[in-house]
T-cell receptor
């Protein structure tokens, strides 16, 4: 069965600093990968996705992620964070086949220090 | 962009009663909708996949008689928590798949906070 691991439960970053959130997956083939952001009490907003092709994908709000097959990783990055980026970030995998539901990691809580 | 709404956003009910949560795709048709449950500090867990006009497919460990799902139209799915108990208190989130979008893409509703007293 597939799984998604986000090793960092919390990350604290100073405003203006760079950010990298880690995501590792386990799946027998190339998965479809997503990053979502959830603000308190809100639903999930899609930041970016990887289906195939270029392994560096650009998303909204200045985020990007790089798919590395050799490391089974799909880390999210942002060169300079803003206070409004404070939220919960989820990495998710879609394996296709008969089930279309997503498999989520446990999330990383991002705290922005002034 | 695609919008998914949920109603109510918060609900408090007494133990033993039933609660219905609605999920609507506002500007697209969704043959498939999904229901997730999110525990505090935890990930989203897929509960069931709801297909318009057919029975829902439940994930292992989810009681289908307790969590009734109806997907009566291309824009509406409902989740009814029957005979609710305090352990059913959680944040329930639905998502919908736009027929015209690539596989795997889902649009999420804002969630419903259920508290069972």
């Amino acid at each position: 069965a597939q799984s998604v691991t986000q090793p960092d439960i919390h990350i604290t970053v100073s405003e203006g600093a760079s950010l990298e959130l880690r995501c590792n997956y386990s799946y027998g083939a190339t998965p479809y990968l997503f990053w979502y952001v959830q603000s308190p009490g809100q639903g999930l907003q899609l930041l970016l996705k990887y289906f195939s092709g270029d392994t560096l994908v650009q998303g909204i709000k200045g985020f990007e992620a790089e798919f590395k097959r050799s490391q089974s990783s799909f880390n999210l990055r942002k060169p300079s964070v803003h206070w409004s980026d404070a939220a919960e970030y989820f990495c998710a995998l879609y394996s296709g086949g008969g089930a279309d539901g997503l498999t989520f990691g446990k999330g990383t809580h991002l705290i922005i220090q002034p | 962009g695609a919008v998914v709404s949920q109603h109510p956003s918060r609900v408090i009910c007494k133990s033993g009663t039933s609660v219905k949560i609605e999920c609507r795709s506002l500007d697209f048709q969704a043959t498939t909708m999904f229901w997730y449950r999110q525990f505090p500090k935890k990930s989203l867990m897929l509960m069931a996949t709801s297909n318009e006009g057919s029975k829902a497919t439940y994930e292992q460990g989810v009681e289908k008689d307790k969590f009734l799902i109806n997907h009566a139209s291309l824009t509406l799915s409902t989740l009814t928590v029957t005979s609710a108990h305090p352990e059913d208190s959680s944040f329930y989130i639905c998502s919908a798949k736009d027929m015209g979008r690539p596989v795997g893409e889902q649009y999420f509703g804002p969630g419903t906070r259920l508290t069972v007293t």
